[in-house]
């Protein structure tokens, strides 16, 4: 019966208005005995009947399509389909001879559990708890292939959601129980969020309207939220030269998912986990909040993307520490150590020293490895251009992206750029000589040179390093699984043993420390090194490990090995108060 009154719903609602091509989409959100699924039905009207190369794609936006049918399962349509063997995000439509051009399609997705092993191998997928769910359009909603093109079409999307809860979407203000949305003829990216919001807040600012929803655990943090974001939002409009908020509202969601953030075209989530921690919002998170509201400038009013990606990633990374400084929400101590961190995270790893950022065209997002790179060098390199463009009176690196976007404007078309855009930017500003060091070439900026011009006083100490004698599976940094282990060493003489999971740990300083590898070597302890650079020396190492299923906390004395060195700043406050100046 709900099957039946779902596709006359979807055939009226398509033919509500519409001359040419459509299409609807209806989801539901439905709860089972061990799992919470969303019901989607699709339905296109007026295509042509002579067409018959058509297909259905489920975009696999977040890799789901390794998950297979533990996501996107129980798919039938009319007329009928079949799997692409090949590629799970397809499915051939079998058209008959005579065709009125209609097509519908309904499927289920399974959403993951935030803590489950699909949502942390891919947090890009939807995500459910008792009490809300999220998802993104973008691998959610179906879309009709035909002769393999994806359709600019009149699109229309009716949300169901259970009774008294709250529908949240990129795409218009909160509504309870359902929500019926007109979505752009190009294929949407949005955000998708139901659920009972803890707080809810809207404003206006001067450089648009805001909306921020709060899902997940108190306390109430959205009003906060509201007014840190709104700051930011003004603070970027204002040092870009516009903004892309004047026409649409900015819409957040933040729940206490612990995952990472994801700006979509239409709509912005961001996490925070730590609210039942700390009772606010932590430096990192504003950080967090900041780097994806920069999206909004700096990768939808400005695309970019396939070869500047780095820029894309790197710059929105350090306007975010910047820009919460320069707020009020961090402190200037803060950013020297952040920068400090995405120095070291790169100072060992052999591509920052081999890959040119304006060099041929790098899969940025097919290793980890060029992944890490992109948001670490990138925003140290985003940081030294910065310096340099101020040094020579230049508004700095975030009006630098207002000017390419007005080169863009200027060209027609398309908003984009690509790096001979920003070569030819940085070098109008004078910057040639860095440029070609730096981004043609692969030298490492001077961190402790750029801190200086920023107004920190900088020096290095030498500091010892922390021996537990543990190696993590595939070189994990914090948490991972134990598969080497020192057996004479300060952890297993604690009581760790291989296989153990670690997924909690403290003391940590509040920046890596930086190593001396030869000595090290020469030490024996470098290949057992997890935790050397990041433990406070002279403390106890508190891990918190799964065996066997069970949680256990096991103490850890570390044994102090020299080898080590700490940069430590301190602000000269004139001068780091006109560095970040808004």
Known sequence: MIRAMSAVLLLSLARIGEAGPSLVYHLRHVRAPGSIDWHVAVQVTG???????????????????????????????????????????????????????????????????????????HPLIPFATDRMALGFTNNTLALPLVSGARLSLPRRLLIEAPRGWTVTTGFGSPSTDRADLRLPEEPPAGVVALGRPVEVGRTVTRAGALEVVQFGRPPPVASTLLEGTSRLMELYAGSTGWSPFESSAARVVATDARTFGTAAQHGIHVSLPDLGLDRGISEPRWRHVAHELFHAWLGWGLQVEGPLEWFKEGVAEYVALRSIVALGLASPVWFALAMDQKLREVADEPLARTVPFLGAEVAWRSRPELE??????????????????????????????????????????????????LKLALNAAGLEETVRRHLEGVALPDLDQDLGSAGFFVRHEATDLTYL???????????????????????????????????????????????DSPALRAAGVEPLGYGMRLFRPGLPVTLDVLRGGQKRRIVVTPRLVPGGTVRTVRPRAPLVRRFFAR
């Open 47 to 121: 295509l042509d009947p002579a067409v018959r190369d058509v297909l259905w794609e489920l975009p696999s936006w977040g890799d789901w399509s390794d998950l297979g049918d533990r996501y996107f399962h129980d798919a039938r349509g009319e007329p009928p389909i079949r799997r692409v063997a090949s590629t799970p995000s397809l499915l051939d439509v079998d058209l008959p001879p005579r065709w009125d051009g209609t097509l519908v399609l309904r499927y289920r997705l399974r959403l993951a559990g935030p803590g489950s092993p699909e949502f942390r191998s």
């Open 372 to 421: 890490s790179l992109m948001y670490a060098k990138g925003c140290v390199l985003a940081f030294h251009l910065d310096v340099r463009l101020r040094r020579r009176g230049h508004p700095g690196i975030a009006r630098l992206v207002g000017d390419l976007r007005t080169r863009a404007i200027g060209r027609g078309g398309a908003l984009a750029v690509d790096p001979s855009d």
């Open 469 to 515: 004698g543990v190696g993590l599976q595939g070189g994990a940094l914090l948490f991972g699984t134990v598969d080497r282990l020192d057996r004479s060493g300060p952890a297993a003489r604690a009581g760790l043993c291989p296989g153990d999971r670690i997924f909690g740990i403290a003391p940590l300083r509040s920046a890596p420390a930086a190593r």
